[in-house]
Structure formats: C-alpha cells, structure tokens
C-alpha cells in the first residue's frame, strides 16, 4: 500500500508561480511512476506530469510543458511540482498518484492504483 497527502495549493494570480507538494509512505516506491493529475469543475481529471520515481525521468502534458516542473526527494519521499506563469485555465484539484504499471509514464489515469485527497490551485485573472 501506498499512502499520499498533498500540500500547498492556493490563490495565485495569473503569472504566479505555486510550489505543490505530495508526501508518500507506505511501501518502497522503487518500480513506480508518481504523477500529478488535475480535475477542473465540471471536467475529467487529465493527466499533467509523471516522473520516475527510481531513475527520475519525466514526462509532461503540452500544456504545462515549459512551465512545470515535477520533481521527487527519494530520502524524504516527497513529490513536488513547480508550477511557474500560471494561467486561469490552471484552475482545478490537484491530486498525486502513484502507478506500478510501466507504462503509466503515458498518463492514463486508469493506470494509477493509488491516489491523494487533493489540493485546490485556484489561478486569478
């Protein structure tokens, strides 16, 4: 089992940068993507950035390409993503989840066995 708790979501304004932070326990991660998703109102939740968790190689959606960043401490086993310009379309939850499957890097969300709560990233105009 694996458990996540994400952290750090907020009101930004358009331009902004906003640091969102997942912290993992449970059994090792070695083996596993870790991603970011997020689901805006009233839309599907749509893949956003998956990283490698043993050999940190990263894969990002078009839309965020440029401006986000994923990134993992292994010792503290934590994830991270740098969201920097911020755009009102970034609204939305924002959840980590954690995948065993190989190919999870392509951002399928039936893919991810394991899920946080959510963190609410609401981008201002």
């Known amino acids: 089992q694996v458990q996540l708790s994400e952290s750090g979501g907020g009101l930004p304004q358009a331009g902004e940068s906003l640091r969102v932070s997942c912290a993992a326990s449970?059994?090792?991660?070695?083996?596993?993507?870790l991603g970011w998703f997020r689901q805006a109102p009233g839309k599907d939740r749509e893949f956003v950035a998956a990283i490698n968790w043993l050999f940190g190689l990263t894969y990002y959606e078009d839309s965020v390409k440029g401006r986000f960043t994923i990134s993992r401490d292994t010792a503290k086993k934590m994830l991270y993503m740098q969201m920097n310009n911020l755009k009102p379309e970034d609204t939305a939850v924002y959840y980590c989840?954690?995948?065993?499957?190989?190919?999870?890097?392509?951002?399928?969300?039936?893919?991810?066995?394991?899920w946080g709560q959510g963190t609410q990233v609401t981008v201002s105009s």
């Open positions: 989840a954690a995948s065993r499957s190989p190919s999870a890097y392509q951002g399928q969300v039936q893919l991810y066995e394991y």
């Open positions: 449970g059994r090792t991660l070695s083996g596993f993507h």
